[in-house]
């Protein structure tokens, strides 16, 4: 997500956030932006494995507001 995306989604507050993502190291740089300041927490993290026999995995997290 770009700053942008993340200024938008936080200052709009929605109750929970369920994030969508294919790449592990840009997931971690937006939880951490998501959540900077307590604003939202990790309720739950799920690794999806939608390309069997490959090193590819989805990860969905869910977030609420804190």
């Given at each position: 997500?770009?700053?942008?995306?993340?200024?938008?989604?936080?200052a709009e507050a929605?109750?929970?956030?369920?994030?969508?993502?294919?790449?592990?190291?840009?997931?971690?740089?937006?939880?951490?932006?998501?959540?900077?300041?307590?604003?939202?927490?990790?309720?739950?993290?799920?690794?999806?494995?939608m390309f069997p026999?490959?090193?590819?995995?989805?990860?969905?997290?869910?977030?609420?507001?804190?």
């Amino acid at each position: 997500m770009t700053p942008k995306i993340i200024e938008f989604i936080t200052a709009e507050a929605p109750a929970k956030i369920v994030y969508v993502s294919c790449n592990p190291s840009t997931l971690a740089r937006d939880l951490k932006a998501i959540c900077l300041g307590g604003r939202y927490e990790v309720v739950k993290i799920v690794p999806v494995d939608m390309f069997p026999q490959t090193f590819h995995v989805e990860t969905v997290v869910y977030l609420k507001r804190a």
